[in-house]
């Protein structure tokens, strides 16, 4: 009876510790709330921490995930076409995708980084780099569009891109293959001091953000892995990582893995601005595509580039030096106080620490063992700082925090491992489901990391999800690092396979949303900006049709007079000028997306009629309680029949 | 002597239960939201357009009342905002998606009318006359076309011509 009565007594005890809980849970954080389900948990309709920009891979395009939730919010269309979207199907994003090869649809990104200013991060811009026909696209981060591509001339496997330097002077990009430059017709079996590596620095214009490419640093033909920007005492420097300094053109992961040591590259770009200054470079002839999306006419342009300025760094003393650095150097990762120069062997136990401070000082006393091509090779001794002993197997990628912590990613050994700067000890080590590639530490890439979270992306998936057939989603894992321990808080499938990554708060980026086009300020050329400009206009067998949309009707929604054989230019205005509210258009028979259109935005697809007919068109984003009723009908007459063209709405 | 355990055991429940009511009830607080709802549903107007001098909607514009004359400046300005941001659904000669806005000074008040402009979302979800409409125009809801407080004012200066 007793023990009946204890455990009745046990019970209520517990449910009213249940019910103040929950109770004082609203919004609070505290020593209820340390679960790690709750740590990631963000309540319905609350917003998250951190905006994460996740690479879409072989995708092409840029994925945006929300931290510590891992909810994906959108995917912004970069180098491939969206369907959903009308990306590269409607007229007016079609030249983005344009390349000196002509339109491809498709590319493989892997590497966003976020402008800075002072080496912050400040939420303007997103870049980021197609690998596999070269290109730089750059995102805007208040429409999270796509504003401009340009395309990278001698360049191949575009890799060691798209990093920006400390107020955002320039976008690098690397080449990771070597090619003859210029491309000519020779045997492979020459490649050894025949092919570059051509490393370019694209100008930012600080008020808009138009790319210019400046000048490339053509250099000997090793394979240029990544980069990142020196800061505060190094700003003025990138780094490049090597492999394949042995020149292999075959069997590279037998024939580039000969050497002990590869190099780290050290450009000094503010002697190179000075060189351009004074009229000290080269111009050849090339060809590349540039291509900017103008907001006010919502519509892009493509033109083609003839020439570029180079320079030779074996001409230039004081442009370039390399920094031996063991086992093909994957990463190359500089300290948040810009001193240290992280060099991960991928095909080594330990990492290397160069020394920038070490580095300036071997320039000045000529430290040197040697050259490669005319360029000075740095005597080890004389710029390493520190080695990472043994931390793991095959270091790939390493960030930082706030508190003068690295994290490196391991993807032999499916780890992170976190380390001391400066002591090289290592403080802790967390396993990784699995093979982990790249990670992602908001700011991680900055004078100033935010820290908090670290998102490791993985290569192999397996069993971590419900199992889809052959192709598994790769897997993110979110790790909170604001403890001793990293603690792995939450597993996230992405699209793609992600490589790089970039975070930031979100208040750095809410602020700036662009919630509607302001039709006054809409300059597209066939723009109907009110019901009174919507018409139809024949010019032989071209018909464009000038539309408007809002909610729930089209106007003109009955059109006659369109022949067999017309091509037909639907060019669509949404006149809503209210946030979240866009109408979407596709017509049966369309060999092309629909059309998806944001408020006070005008869109073009084309439609070439092939059957007489009375074919419906409807909208295809639902917009209200009658949206079912947001339809219309073209009446096709034969090729030769004369149907005058008429168009209306509700007979008016 | 076990009976005497059983009752002081008792009498611990019934305390404890006591407690957790008293935190339920400072947990939740106040009326009860079924309540609230029937109180709406029961003090609604038989017919929401008989008060119209009175309503003066809900939104940023305060009850106010127009000057003599008519602004001709104003008006022009009026029209040209009408027809670039209203005529999609609002036509003067006849009922289209929405009422025509002919003679509407001797339906609505002026404030009530900018505040539908300016505030369309919260007048359909709080204003009698503004709900009514939504029913009377097939659930189809006014657009919020962000007009700024003056290019209302002109509208509105524009449909005193009408």
Known sequence: MQIRNQ????????????????????????????????????????????????????????????????????????????????????????????????????????????????????????????????????????????????????????????????????????????????????????????????????????????????????????????????????????????????????????????NDKDFIAAINWKKAEELIANGQFETIKTEYAHNVYEESTHMATSTMKKEVKVLDPAKYPGLV????????????????????????????????????????????????????????????????????????????????????????????????????????????????????????????????????????????TKDRYLPTGPELAHSAQLYDISGDKMELILDFPTIGEPHYAAGCPADLIKPNQTKIYELEKNNHPYAAKSDKEARIERNGNEVHVYMTMIRSHFTPDNLEGIKVGDKVYFHVTNLEQDYDVPHGISIIGANTSELLIMPGQTETFIWEPKKEGVWPFYCTDFCSALHQEMQGYIRVSGRNSNTPLKWSLDGD | MQLSTFNSNLMKIIRITAVIILILSSCGGGQSSIDRIKEQTMSKPSDPYANWESNQGIGPIQAFTLPQDIDQALVGKGKEVYESKCTACHKIDKKFIGPSPAGILTRRTPAWIMNMILNPDGMVQEDPMAKQLLMDFNGSPMANQNLTEDDARAVLEYFRTL
């Open chain 1, 321 to 460: 030096y390399f920094l031996p650095t063991p086992k093909s150097p994957h990463g190359c990762d500089v300290d948040p106080s810009g001193e240290y120069i992280i060099g991960s062997g991928k095909l080594a136990a330990s990492m290397t620490a160069h020394s920038f401070t070490k580095m300036l000082d071997a320039i000045e006393n000529k430290k040197f063992d040697g050259d490669a091509y005319g360029i000075p090779v740095i005597n080890y001794e004389d710029v390493v700082s520190g080695v990472v002993q043994q931390a793991g197997l095959g270091p790939l990628h390493t960030e930082f925090d706030n508190d003068g912590n690295a994290y490196t990613t391991f993807f032999i050994s499916s780890e992170v491992v976190k380390w001391k700067v400066g002591t090289w000890e290592v403080l802790d080590r967390a396993p990784t489901y699995y093979s982990v590639g790249h990670l992602m530490i908001p700011g991680g890439n900055s004078q100033e990391p935010f820290g908090k979270y670290l998102v490791a992306m993985n290569k192999i």
């Open chain 1, 7 to 258: 455990i009745i007594c046990c019970i209520c005890a517990v449910t009213m510790l249940f019910i103040v809980g929950s109770c004082s849970q609203q919004g609070q954080t505290g020593a209820l709330n340390s679960s790690l389900a709750d740590r990631s948990y963000v309540a319905p309709g609350e917003h998250d921490e951190f905006y994460a920009f996740i690479s879409g891979g072989y995708s092409g395009q840029l994925s945006i995930y929300g931290l510590p939730s891992g909810r994906l919010f959108r995917v912004v269309p970069v180098f491939s076409v969206d369907a959903e979207k009308g990306y590269g199907f409607n007229e007016e994003t079609k030249p983005l995708l344009n390349t000196s090869f002509g339109s491809i649809p498709w590319d493989d990104s892997h590497h966003p980084d976020l402008s800075q200013t002072n080496g912050k991060v400040d939420g303007r811009w997103c870049f980021i780099n197609g690998n596999n026909t070269p290109r730089i696209a750059r995102i805007s981060l208040s429409s999270f569009e796509t504003e401009e591509i340009i395309e990278i001339p001698n360049s191949a496997g575009n890799h060691s891109s798209a990093f920006v330097t400390e107020n955002t002077e320039y976008v690098v990009a690397g080449t990771r293959f070597a090619v003859p430059v210029p491309q000519r017709d020779m045997p492979i079996e020459e490649y050894k001091g025949n092919f570059k590596g051509a490393l370019s620095f694209i100008k930012v214009d600080q008020e808009t953000g138009r790319m210019n490419l400046e000048f490339q640093v053509m250099m000997p033909g090793f394979n240029f892995d990544l980069a990142h920007p020196g800061r505060k005492k190094s700003h003025g420097w990138m780094f490049f990582s090597t492999y394949n300094t042995e020149e292999a053109s075959t069997l590279l992961e037998v024939n580039a893995s000969q």
